[in-house]
């Protein structure tokens, strides 16, 4: 039997370790791993995290924490491919978390992942252009990538035969186009062609990313034009005529809608019966955000005045009339907007006019706010100019609707509403018809608005129906007058002018002017023009039209009364007050206390018949018990008649019964007050009237007027002996009688030349002679006449220039002395 011989193995090396499997389910072990030094070890490690950050988002925070992208971020550099793609791999999914984005950012990756764009492993473009996508979202990782020339590399990969590769580069381009520069540089690099193929790929979210990007980098017009000349527009239409591509219509649309802004692509695709198509599909589609994105598509086509005119030659109106009656919100704004761009064209305009303006007004009830205020823009373009369409508004019933509108919350609805009733207004049946229904009232709102635009169009508003009386009195009684003056200070030049346009149209009648005084209107006025940038034509109007309807603060403020200045009953001459200064009402003054001070000449020649009735009534009661001063308050009136009571009943129980009688009569309480009437005043008139009319010449009455005047005023006055005429003595006298600083100016004997110059204004105002009041300095006052003098001798047929002339009223009255002669300026100075 042989023996066994045993063979022997050989020890390993001592310097070489021998092989060692490691199972580890931490994954702060395995990111350990990532820093060694062996290439398997490292693959393996990038595979299981690639494993572990799949599964969620909370795993990719828990690999941020252990530090695992600072050392991937070395690995996708490393020379070896397996470890490289492994890394890129873990990458790009980690990228889809905030946090890693954020320390990508700060890492500076793109210029690492950029270069790996080169010809190299797909699936490395694949997670590198992932990545990319990741994190092109920020704005700062897009101005990255462009400046470090990414926009080529990425786009040579849109050819790539990997689906994944596509999807990633074409989505990276479409937030990179985002910002304007790269929009530009993609056309530069030729992006067209390539997204026009991807349009033909079988997976449709890369069909919808490159439609995404066409959209966006068709806003351009170079764009636009190699889009035609590459046949895009051919491409896109087959895209609409395919039923099974109807995921992407909306997208195409979109696209089709940028492409129509350019006339010349108008009329390609209308002569290629495009355009017919395109209107077609519209009609028969059902999808909302079709028909949406086709109205939208319309109204940018509309900002070109060609285009409209094309589109109305296609009838294009009815398409949107139609896409009104859709149950969709926004398809009703999107049609809305799209009318309104399509306004521009006066034939579209009277189309929509017959069709559409029922339509749009029903929609002013809609519950949703954007509807109401796309439908009212609309309306507001569609009245513009047109008062057929403005009639058409009326018979719709949309007036209450619009009013109602006004006040909404949107500031778009409320200024376009607004705008829609100014243009109606220009009608004056439906300006009554809209007044009715209590505008006025509702725009002190609007008045009082943050926005400027709605203040501007509510203040033109205002000046669209202020011009009548009921509407004005309807504005003062709402309070509308304090936030209109207010807008006299906006620093808006529209809302400033048209708030001056509004104050100026308001002022028509004296109760309105003398409110918008009391508000500070005047000293508002006054400032502004002042100002050479604030000034306008209607801040000078308004001025001037608040004083020729408050005469009272006229005369007081500028001191002066022109012919046209016809002074009616409630004038009073308060004297010159200081600019800033607020001249107080005739009311209010009358229940000032008696003072030292000039006396208030006031003006009326008109009888008051609820004055008469009350002293008819009461003329039965004793003096001391009846006699009420002209102007005593009705408090201290009704104070006065119940004194009557307080006497001993055995004594004057036959007055009390009286008392009681006219106070269950009369509600003084009830009774608006009003200044006593001047009945010497009335008398002057009369005389007057009846002596000075009868003469034939202007000449003559202003001379036979002075001479009545001062015969009225106390005489003809020796220059030398005007000292001497105690006139400041009798008016002391009148106000002491009367117990006011108030004195009618019929109850003036003495009067000095301010007086007689007021007189004279007042009573050649009665009989149509025209004449101005001037105030001068030191109490002195006189007024001014035009006159015609006569041809010279011997000449005939030759009609002069009038001349104006100083009417003298003090010392020879009814001598007429030139304007800017010696006399003139003796009468006026000395």
């Given at each position: 039997?042989?023996?066994?011989?045993?063979?022997?193995?050989?020890?390993?090396p001592?310097?070489?370790?021998?092989?060692?499997?490691?199972?580890?389910?931490?994954?702060?072990?395995?990111?350990?791993?990532l820093?060694?030094?062996?290439?398997e070890?490292?693959?393996?490690?990038?595979?299981?995290?690639?494993?572990?950050?799949?599964?969620?988002?909370?795993?990719?925070?828990?690999?941020?924490?252990?530090?695992a992208?600072?050392?991937?971020?070395?690995?996708?550099?490393?020379?070896?491919?397996?470890?490289?793609?492994?890394?890129?791999?873990?990458?790009?999914i980690?990228?889809?978390?905030?946090?890693?984005k954020k320390?990508l950012?700060?890492?500076?990756v793109?210029?690492?992942?950029?270069?790996?764009?080169?010809?190299?492993?797909?699936?490395?473009h694949?997670?590198?252009?992932?990545?990319l996508?990741?994190?092109?979202?920020?704005?700062?990782?897009k101005?990255?990538i462009?400046?470090q020339?990414?926009?080529?590399?990425?786009?040579?990969?849109?050819?790539?035969?990997?689906?994944d590769?596509?999807?990633?580069?074409?989505?990276c381009i479409?937030?990179?186009?985002?910002d304007?520069?790269?929009?530009?540089a993609?056309?530069?690099?030729?992006?067209?062609?390539?997204?026009?193929?991807?349009?033909?790929?079988?997976y449709?979210?890369?069909?919808?990313?490159?439609?995404?990007?066409?959209?966006?980098?068709?806003?351009?017009?170079?764009?636009?034009?190699?889009?035609?000349?590459?046949?895009?527009?051919?491409c896109l239409?087959?895209?609409?005529e395919?039923?099974?591509?109807?995921?992407?219509?909306?997208?195409?649309?979109?696209?089709?809608?940028?492409?129509?802004?350019?006339?010349?692509?108008m009329?390609?695709?209308?002569?290629?019966?495009?355009?017919k198509?395109?209107?077609?599909?519209?009609g028969?589609?059902?999808?909302?955000?079709?028909?949406?994105?086709?109205?939208k598509?319309?109204?940018?086509?509309?900002?070109?005045?060609?285009?409209?005119?094309?589109?109305?030659?296609e009838?294009?109106?009815n398409?949107?009339?139609?896409l009104?009656e859709?149950?969709?919100?926004?398809?009703?704004?999107?049609?809305s907007?799209a009318?309104?761009?399509?306004?521009?064209?006066?034939?579209?305009?009277?189309?929509?006019?017959?069709?559409?303006?029922?339509?749009?007004?029903?929609?002013?009830?809609?519950?949703?706010?954007?509807?109401k205020?796309?439908?009212?823009?609309?309306?507001a373009?569609?009245?513009?100019?047109?008062?057929?369409?403005?009639?058409a508004v009326?018979?719709a019933?949309g007036?209450?609707p619009?009013?109602?509108?006004?006040?909404?919350?949107?500031?778009?609805?409320?200024a376009?509403?607004?705008?829609?009733?100014?243009n109606?207004?220009?009608?004056?049946?439906?300006?009554?018809?809209?007044?009715?229904?209590?505008v006025?009232?509702?725009?002190?709102?609007?008045?009082?608005?943050?926005?400027?635009?709605?203040q501007?169009?509510?203040?033109?508003?205002?000046?669209?129906?202020?011009?009548?009386?009921?509407?004005?009195?309807?504005?003062r009684?709402?309070?509308?007058?304090?936030?209109?003056?207010?807008?006299?200070?906006?620093?808006?030049?529209?809302?400033?002018?048209n708030?001056?346009?509004?104050?100026m149209?308001?002022?028509?009648?004296?109760?309105t002017?003398?409110?918008?005084?009391?508000?500070?209107?005047?000293d508002?006025?006054?400032?502004?023009?002042?100002s050479?940038?604030?000034?306008?034509?209607?801040?000078?109007?308004a001025?001037?039209?608040?004083?020729?309807?408050?005469?009272s603060?006229?005369?007081?403020?500028m001191?002066?009364?022109?012919s046209?200045?016809?002074?009616?009953?409630?004038?009073?001459?308060?004297?010159?007050?200081?600019?800033?200064?607020?001249?107080?009402?005739?009311?209010?003054?009358?229940?000032?206390e008696?003072?030292?001070?000039?006396?208030?000449?006031?003006?009326?020649?008109?009888?008051?018949?609820?004055?008469?009735?009350?002293?008819?009534?009461?003329?039965?009661?004793?003096?001391?018990?009846?006699?009420?001063?002209?102007?005593?308050?009705?408090?201290?009136?009704?104070e006065?008649?119940?004194?009557?009571?307080?006497?001993?009943?055995?004594e004057?129980?036959?007055?009390?019964?009286?008392?009681?009688?006219?106070?269950?009569e009369?509600?003084?309480?009830?009774?608006?007050?009003?200044?006593?009437?001047d009945?010497?005043?009335?008398?002057?008139?009369?005389?007057?009237?009846?002596?000075?009319?009868?003469l034939?010449?202007?000449?003559?009455?202003?001379?036979?007027?002075?001479?009545?005047?001062?015969?009225k005023?106390?005489?003809?006055?020796?220059?030398?002996?005007?000292?001497?005429?105690?006139?400041?003595?009798?008016?002391s006298e009148?106000?002491?009688?009367?117990?006011?600083?108030?004195?009618?100016?019929?109850?003036?004997?003495?009067?000095?030349?301010y007086?007689?110059?007021?007189?004279?204004?007042?009573?050649?105002?009665?009989?149509?002679?025209?004449?101005?009041?001037?105030?001068?300095?030191?109490?002195?006052?006189?007024n001014e006449?035009?006159?015609?003098?006569?041809?010279?001798?011997?000449?005939?047929?030759?009609?002069?220039?009038?001349?104006?002339?100083i009417?003298?009223l003090?010392?020879?009255?009814?001598?007429?002395?030139?304007?800017?002669?010696?006399e003139?300026?003796?009468?006026?100075?000395?």
């Amino acid at each position: 039997m042989g023996k066994k011989v045993r063979k022997e193995v050989e020890p390993p090396p001592k310097d070489v370790f021998e092989p060692l499997l490691i199972e580890s389910k931490a994954a702060a072990t395995v990111v350990l791993m990532l820093d060694s030094p062996e290439e398997e070890v490292l693959a393996k490690a990038c595979d299981a995290i690639y494993k572990f950050a799949s599964k969620g988002d909370e795993n990719k925070v828990a690999l941020l924490g252990l530090g695992a992208v600072e050392r991937l971020y070395k690995l996708i550099s490393h020379e070896d491919p397996i470890v490289r793609r492994n890394a890129m791999m873990v990458f790009g999914i980690m990228a889809s978390n905030h946090d890693v984005k954020k320390l990508l950012r700060e890492l500076d990756v793109t210029s690492s992942l950029l270069s790996h764009l080169v010809p190299e492993d797909v699936v490395i473009h694949e997670f590198a252009t992932l990545c990319l996508a990741h994190m092109a979202v920020e704005y700062t990782t897009k101005v990255q990538i462009f400046e470090q020339g990414g926009l080529e590399p990425l786009i040579s990969l849109l050819s790539s035969p990997d689906p994944d590769v596509t999807k990633n580069s074409v989505e990276c381009i479409y937030l990179l186009v985002q910002d304007f520069q790269s929009r530009a540089a993609v056309c530069e690099l030729n992006v067209i062609p390539p997204l026009l193929d991807l349009l033909k790929s079988e997976y449709p979210v890369i069909q919808l990313l490159a439609l995404k990007t066409l959209e966006v980098i068709s806003k351009d017009r170079e764009t636009r034009i190699i889009l035609g000349e590459n046949q895009g527009l051919d491409c896109l239409l087959k895209i609409l005529e395919t039923n099974e591509f109807n995921d992407l219509h909306v997208e195409a649309l979109a696209v089709l809608g940028n492409c129509l802004e350019d006339v010349h692509t108008m009329q390609l695709i209308r002569q290629t019966g495009g355009l017919k198509k395109l209107l077609s599909f519209v009609g028969v589609s059902t999808v909302p955000d079709i028909q949406k994105n086709a109205a939208k598509a319309i109204a940018k086509a509309a900002c070109d005045s060609e285009n409209r005119k094309i589109l109305n030659e296609e009838n294009v109106e009815n398409c949107l009339i139609n896409l009104l009656e859709i149950d969709d919100d926004g398809v009703k704004v999107a049609a809305s907007q799209a009318i309104s761009a399509m306004c521009e064209n006066l034939a579209s305009k009277r189309a929509f006019g017959l069709q559409g303006i029922p339509q749009l007004v029903q929609l002013l009830s809609s519950d949703d706010e954007e509807v109401k205020e796309a439908a009212v823009i609309a309306l507001a373009n569609l009245t513009t100019a047109s008062p057929s369409n403005a009639s058409a508004v009326a018979e719709a019933e949309g007036i209450e609707p619009l009013v109602k509108t006004l006040n909404t919350e949107r500031h778009g609805a409320v200024a376009n509403a607004a705008a829609v009733l100014t243009n109606m207004s220009t009608q004056e049946p439906l300006r009554l018809c809209i007044q009715s229904h209590g505008v006025m009232s509702v725009l002190t709102e609007p008045l009082r608005s943050a926005s400027s635009r709605v203040q501007s169009r509510a203040a033109l508003t205002v000046a669209a129906f202020g011009c009548d009386a009921n509407a004005r009195s309807e504005l003062r009684d709402a309070g509308g007058l304090g936030p209109l003056v207010e807008l006299l200070h906006s620093k808006d030049k529209e809302v400033r002018r048209n708030a001056c346009w509004a104050v100026m149209v308001c002022a028509s009648d004296e109760l309105t002017a003398v409110e918008l005084c009391r508000l500070g209107a005047l000293d508002i006025l006054e400032e502004i023009n002042q100002s050479t940038g604030r000034r306008n034509n209607f801040s000078e109007a308004a001025l001037e039209r608040l004083l020729d309807n408050n005469l009272s603060q006229k005369y007081s403020q500028m001191g002066y009364l022109s012919s046209s200045n016809v002074i009616t009953d409630g004038f009073y001459d308060y004297g010159k007050i200081k600019p800033g200064v607020k001249l107080l009402s005739l009311e209010e003054l009358s229940m000032q206390e008696l003072a030292d001070r000039r006396a208030i000449i006031f003006i009326n020649a008109k009888p008051q018949e609820d004055v008469l009735a009350v002293e008819e009534k009461l003329q039965h009661l004793s003096y001391e018990q009846t006699t009420l001063s002209p102007f005593t308050s009705r408090k201290s009136s009704r104070e006065k008649v119940r004194k009557g009571k307080g006497k001993k009943e055995e004594e004057k129980m036959k007055e009390v019964e009286i008392v009681s009688e006219v106070q269950d009569e009369i509600n003084l309480e009830d009774i608006q007050w009003q200044p006593p009437p001047d009945f010497m005043l009335m008398n002057y008139i009369n005389d007057a009237s009846k002596t000075i009319l009868p003469l034939t010449t202007t000449r003559e009455q202003v001379v036979a007027l002075a001479q009545f005047v001062a015969d009225k005023m106390g005489g003809a006055i020796e220059r030398d002996k005007l000292h001497d005429f105690s006139w400041e003595l009798h008016i002391s006298e009148i106000k002491f009688e009367l117990k006011s600083n108030i004195v009618p100016i019929g109850k003036v004997k003495k009067g000095t030349f301010y007086h007689r110059a007021l007189l004279f204004k007042v009573i050649a105002d009665r009989l149509g002679i025209g004449c101005s009041l001037v105030r001068g300095e030191y109490n002195r006052g006189w007024n001014e006449v035009k006159l015609v003098d006569d041809s010279p001798q011997g000449v005939t047929g030759l009609l002069l220039p009038p001349q104006e002339y100083i009417v003298d009223l003090m010392f020879v009255p009814g001598f007429l002395m030139k304007q800017e002669s010696v006399e003139a300026d003796q009468y006026k100075y000395i």
